[in-house]
């Protein structure tokens, strides 16, 4: 290699987590913005669960912040949420309770909400990795008692990188509703099935149409092989495993997969 100045490569099947390119933004001069707690307000995004929503920077770290705005009323984070350092839930930074103001802080990763994303088709490529963020944290969720109240749609973040995460609150700006589910902890098994093929279609599906989805959709085999067992499992440990090597599999429906498919139906 040294004597003829060439080198030979590998090139890997693995495939690659895709992800957003962030939008890079100059820090904001503080000026005399309104402040929050030792926090810089920088715009309102909104109402979320009678809670006014503010986009945040912190001048001492240099980063965005998530600020609820809540009543006096609004009980404090509960301890175990407040320490939670899991890639797949938003961190808590800060908050505080009193008569004349009430707030929490929360990161503010870069990229979109989950809605915003699936007002278009998304590809298998991009949902299976999703899938896999959302099953691993339901799965310490269960395991640890720190599951989120409600899971919906309206409270997964898809990160610049790629990675999904699970929001205790609903999305912060986020432009369209969630579809109607009751007040109550989601099975999450139909939940994954739910925002998988909610994805896939590019439209918002209940707990319930997602569950009669005929997937008329062109996926490989394997993938069709996962939904089709995904709320038979007994445990979301379970799904979680059957989804960890369909991340290095081909994600394209192959000539392969289209002649094994018309031999199955013949």
Partial sequence: DLWSRTRVLAQTDQ????????????????????????YHVLAELGQSDSATVLLGYDSRLLRKVWLRRVSVAT??????????????????????????????AYEAPAGQSLLDLISVKQDWGEIRFWLLDLAEEL???????????????????ITADGHAKLLDFPAPGTKSPGPTEPPQL?????????VALSALEGRPLNVEQARVSSLGLP????????????ESEPNIRQVWERLKPLTGKVAARSEEHTSELQSLRH
């Fill in 219 to 230: 996926l490989p085999l394997y993938a069709r092989g996962f939904f089709q067992r995904i």
């Fill in 15 to 38: 495939p690659v987590r895709p992800g957003m390119t962030p939008e890079l933004e100059p820090p904001p001069a503080a000026g005399e913005m309104a402040r929050i707690g030792p």
């Fill in 75 to 104: 009980p404090a984070v509960d301890a175990a949420l407040r320490h939670l350092g899991r890639p797949g839930r938003l961190r808590w930074l800060n908050g505080k309770r009193s008569d004349d103001d009430s707030w929490d």
């Fill in 139 to 157: 799965k310490t969720g269960v395991k640890d008692g720190s599951l989120p109240p409600v899971l919906s749609l309206d409270r997964v973040w």
């Fill in 186 to 194: 989601s099975n999450p098994q139909a939940f994954l099935r739910q």
